[in-house]
């Protein structure tokens, strides 16, 4: 270990500016500009402090171990049964996480602060909540702090989706706080079964023992432990039974929030899987279980992309099932499936951030995001047009853009396990999103807005005047979307810049697939 | 012969804590009811964890002047299981809270609780 | 008197199926999509379980196959029981668990 073994000053600013930034932009509540320039300079300093940070752990306690020699309990590092109990630890697969998170954060922040005009304080405050479970959940080694994130992230989530006002908002809401509450309570039992088997709860410690001791008669409850794992995973990630709900969830919420929830969502996703992979991977039938739940995913979310008929829908449905693409990759768990799980989520986050950025900028000529009734926009914004076929480009895994290149990593992965069924989904979910993607695009930019002739007889001259209800689309709208583009094409041709991050982890954690 | 200790028949409440707030957030319609299935769900799971930390003849784990340490070792319960059930109590009571408010919000718009109304499934 | 339909008959009941009331409408390309994906999907997952043993395999390749054929339209099917009701989703939830727990289980 070439860690220092004391603790590491960046990732207690990593969890406590984000706190620091919600109390006071709450207490600032509705102060526009105040608001703006402190959560700007917030996320600004997340995104340096990624950056800067050197690699290592933050130890909030032990578990004492018992000296052999003294029978005294002891804290001291050199003896090797000294237990870590709560950990968090930063390494490069957290800093690549945690960087496109906060970066997201800014471009958030940047879009949130100019577009809703009262009550911003809370609303921003919930944003910054959920970076900071997002980068709990990334961060942590232990059961404990695990299980603390994914309550305190889906509680802000419900947050967030209710602030959008509307009543589909809190009846998405709601269903998603009952079902977290379901879920938050299952992983509480699966922490108690894990402590009470192994008696740790740090997640190395627990791994250890699992490996080293003989279990036998007691090892059923480590089943148990797994299927309430999947609960919570399920839930976080809104995989397959969930997905009704968590598309909701994305729909219901404004669209720069989305773009916040997915990229939560897809941390939360790399977090628990890599636990379950850690802790059960070498389960009988275990990763047989989360691959088959990772294929369901991407089917019925493709699908059910296909029937929508509302761009946020559309997205919504897309989110889900791309969840899934990254779910394969850690449900593999070889080496390349792994890197190409990895990449897919950093990747999966920058272009659907692309596409739901696009989405909110339709909202500004007001007439909703539906194919219905948006039509003919490209005219009107021919960069926005652009920048959206090329999200979705990026989306559908079209080559210069990011999302080939990690497709293109599972796929050979999963043929290289010997199972090319999942590679042919895998094909045929990127084709159906283009599909799906183009369906709403098409009809809401490049659709020549139909110019009704005028009937003689009782003509409804009202259509003139919605027309006037067009805003003109904010300038850090663009510059976000442009931003976000160039890095898809720059990850898109330098696959490296990112996979370089991603390897140590792959290593550490990858176990061999076996039929 | 499985010994009947005070530990299995606490397992065997939480047990059955959580099956009743399962079954009762399964099938209750009322938003209310549901939410009250949920607390005793959460009540089970705490019953668990505080089962889990349980020693026969167990000790607070507090070094108390004048103990020796090899004794508090052999008789201290697992300190762990108590703080997750401390923090489970703060997160059940957040949990609650925005349930009931969110219940509110949805009973004036809505005029009902009844979940098979307010949340049934809808198309767009 | 004796049914008559010829597979062609049976695709084109099938297709008109999902032209509800005036004729082709904004949603029916995506329905049309859907009902295909959902067709390929479901074998692909069958003849996934050619893992396990291969005959089993086969006769599930085959039995999906009839099945879909005789339950078509899927896509009304995968629609509704993709419902965002709070019920239904719980419902299902807990149907996963315990298949999950009952699969890992027997695996042991």
């Known amino acids: 270990m070439t860690e220092s073994i004391s603790n590491l000053w960046s990732i207690a600013l990593l969890v406590t500016i984000p706190i620091f930034a919600t109390i006071i932009v709450n207490l600032l509540f509705n102060r526009n500009r105040a608001i703006k320039y402190i959560s700007l300079i917030s996320a600004l300093s997340l995104v340096v402090i990624t950056i800067l940070s050197p690699y290592g752990f933050q130890w909030f306690t032990g578990q004492p171990a018992l000296n052999p020699n003294t029978l005294t309990f002891t804290f001291d590092a050199s003896i090797p049964a000294w237990r870590m109990a709560l950990e968090f630890y930063f390494g490069p697969l957290q800093q690549v996480l945690i960087f496109v998170m906060a970066l997201i954060l800014v471009l958030v922040i940047g879009i949130a602060t100019n577009g809703l005009t009262k009550n911003q304080g809370p609303y921003i405050g919930m944003i910054f909540l959920l970076f900071m479970s997002a980068a709990i959940i990334i961060m942590v080694n232990d059961l404990y702090h695990l299980w603390i994130a994914v309550e305190i992230g889906s509680l802000v989530v419900v947050g967030v989706v209710a602030a959008s006002g509307e009543g589909i908002g809190q009846k998405a809401a709601l269903k998603y706080a009952l079902f977290s509450a379901l879920s938050g309570a299952g992983l509480a039992i699966a922490l108690a079964l894990i402590l009470g088997l192994t008696g740790y709860s740090n997640i190395s410690d627990a791994i250890r023992y699992i490996q080293t001791t003989n279990l036998a008669g007691m090892s059923s409850i480590l089943y148990v432990a797994f299927g309430f794992f999947i609960l919570s995973w399920i839930y976080a990630g809104g995989l397959v039974p969930i997905h009704p709900l968590k598309s909701e969830v994305y729909g219901a919420a404004f669209p720069h929030g989305t773009a916040m929830l997915q990229a939560q969502s897809k941390l939360m996703l790399v977090a628990i899987g890599l636990v379950m992979l850690r802790l059960f991977g070498s389960l009988p039938f275990a990763r047989e279980v989360m691959l088959s739940i990772s294929v369901l995913t991407m089917m019925l979310g493709v699908v059910m992309a296909l029937l929508q008929t509302d761009l946020r829908w559309i997205l919504a449905y897309l989110i889900v099932s791309h969840s899934g693409l990254v779910t394969v990759g850690i449900s593999l768990g070889t080496y390349d499936a792994l890197v190409g799980g990895l990449f897919q989520a950093v990747n999966d986050v920058l272009y659907m951030s692309v596409l739901l950025l696009g989405c909110e900028a339709v909202y500004y000529f007001g007439k909703g995001t539906s194919t219905k009734t948006a039509v003919g926009i490209a005219k009107k914004a021919p960069w926005l047009a652009l920048a959206m076929v090329l999200g979705t480009f990026a989306a559908s895994g079209i080559p210069p853009f990011n999302g080939f290149q990690s497709k293109i990593i599972l796929i050979q992965s999963a043929l290289k396990v010997g199972l090319p069924e999942v590679a042919v989904v895998i094909l045929i979910l990127s084709v159906t999103t283009f599909i799906a993607l183009f369906r709403g695009i098409y009809s809401i930019f490049l659709k020549p807005a139909e110019t009704t002739p005028l009937a003689v007889s009782g003509s409804v001259p009202s259509e003139a005047q919605e027309d006037d209800k067009e805003t003109p689309i904010p300038r850090g709208l663009y510059l976000s979307l442009a931003i976000l583009v160039v890095i898809t094409l720059i990850l898109g041709v330098y696959p490296d810049l990112v996979i370089r991050f991603l390897t140590p982890v792959a290593q550490a954690v990858s176990i061999p697939w076996y039929p | 012969m499985i010994q009947v200790t005070i530990q299995l028949l606490a397992f065997f409440a939480a047990a059955v804590l959580v099956i009743i707030g399962i079954a009762g957030m399964l099938f209750l319609d009322n938003l209310i009811k549901k939410i009250i299935a949920f607390t005793l769900l959460s009540d089970g799971v705490n019953l668990l964890l505080v089962a889990v930390g349980y020693v026969e003849g167990g000790i607070v784990s507090i070094l108390l002047p004048g103990m020796s340490t090899s004794e508090f070792a052999s008789r201290a319960v697992l300190v762990f299981p108590v703080g997750i059930v401390l923090t489970n109590i703060v997160i059940g009571v957040s949990t609650t809270a925005i349930l009931v408010a969110l219940a509110i919000v949805l009973y004036r718009r809505y005029g009902t609780l009844k979940a098979s109304k307010v949340l049934k499934g809808e198309r767009r | ?108």
Do not use: C
């Open chain 3, 1 to 108: 008197m004796v049914s008559v339909d010829s597979l062609y008959d049976k695709i084109k009941r099938w297709t008109v199926e999902f032209v509800g009331g005036s004729g082709y409408s904004n949603q029916m390309t995506g329905y049309m999509t859907g009902e295909l994906q959902t067709v390929v999907f479901t074998l692909i997952l069958a003849s996934l379980f050619r893992i396990f043993s291969i005959p089993l395999g086969m006769v599930l390749l085959i039995a999906v196959a009839a099945a879909l054929l005789y339950f078509a339209p899927m896509i009304v099917h995968v629609e509704r029981e993709s419902s965002n009701d709070l019920n239904r989703v719980l419902f299902w939830v807990v149907i996963y668990f315990a298949v999950i727990i009952a699969v890992t289980l027997w695996g042991r």
